[in-house]
């Protein structure tokens, strides 16, 4: 038994004739009247009548037909499937995100993948760029999501092993108690050098910990006093609490109430920080992938222009 035929049979009983199915069919009659004899001869059973009035199905042609029209509706369905996974509409994803950017860019790269179309299943964790890294490396994950000032770490380490993407950067602002809102828009690091500031302690040679070191040299500080937490994110009860400042990226202001947290520009703040994806080599065509990739650069590019 062959889909043709079942195509065939399909298309008769809805014409109720052979001579207008094998025209709907683009196709002459003989060899679709031995098409169905062919398969009748399969299924051991008579499926057609022919009368003066036309083709009917038998008894048995109709249960038959259900069953063909199911086995064509399905064939439809896993053509139109295979074509989304080839074009990256549909799949499973695995993501790791850094915490700084779940709340303040992982939607709005979701968003362009929903508004592409895409039936994508997304699962994602939050981690450090370390673990993520190490995940993608893994094949724990499909692709990062990470945000770091040391993208060139990256692709000097794992060159050609990933495929390190920058995607935008990100201003570096300051993030103080909210009772310091009284400070103007802009301060300088001298306005702080007397804090302590929370870095997070997992980072690599020139991450968010060296970027803020080398800020200080340049406007001449000793460097600050330093207490190590897990993400810029979670630093930032520590800063309500008046324990601590931090430097995280520009996002967060709109994530966090300003009776919760004072965001200030520094004039002479670290360097911004790089958002960027990493996907292994081989696996940057994968359709999937690809699509993600595609999201996220649209994503980026939204928001720098705005």
């Not at 970027?211 to 993400?231: E, K, N, T």
């Amino acid at each position: 038994m062959e889909m043709r035929q079942l195509r065939y049979f399909v298309a008769i009983t809805q014409a109720g004739s052979f001579s207008r199915a094998a025209t709907e069919l683009y196709m002459t009659q003989p060899p679709l009247s031995a098409a169905i004899a062919q398969l009748e001869q399969e299924i051991g059973t008579r499926l057609l009548i022919r009368s003066p009035r036309g083709v009917s199905p038998t008894t048995t042609g109709r249960e038959f037909l259900r069953y063909a029209e199911r086995i064509l509706a399905e064939e439809r369905e896993i053509r139109r499937r295979m074509t989304a996974l080839e074009h990256g509409l549909t799949g499973t994803i695995e993501i790791g995100c850094s915490p700084a950017l779940t709340s303040s860019h992982l939607p709005a790269v979701l968003g362009h993948l929903a508004t592409a179309g895409a039936e994508v299943d997304v699962h994602y964790q939050q981690a450090d760029p370390l673990a993520i890294i190490d995940a993608v490396r893994a094949r724990r994950l499909d692709v990062g999501l990470l945000a770091t000032a040391a993208a060139e770490d990256l692709r000097t380490l794992y060159h050609p092993e990933l495929d390190v993407e920058t995607l935008e950067h990100v201003e570096m602002v300051i993030a103080l108690p909210p009772d310091e809102n009284n400070l103007p828009p802009t301060i300088s690091l001298r306005d702080v050098a007397t804090r302590e500031f929370a870095i997070p302690f997992r980072s690599m040679r020139h991450g968010v910990r060296a970027s803020l070191m080398i800020a200080f040299d340049r406007a001449g500080l000793a460097p600050p006093r330093v207490r190590d937490v897990p993400s810029m994110l979670e630093a930032l009860p520590l800063v309500t609490a008046g324990l601590v400042v931090a430097v995280v990226p520009l996002g967060f202001c709109s994530l966090i109430h300003p009776d919760r947290v004072a965001f200030r520009r520094l004039v002479d703040g670290p360097d911004p920080l790089e958002v960027y994806s990493v996907a292994r080599s081989e696996d940057v065509e994968l359709p999937v992938v690809r699509r993600f990739r595609e999201a996220a650069r649209a994503a980026s590019n939204l928001s720098e222009s705005t």
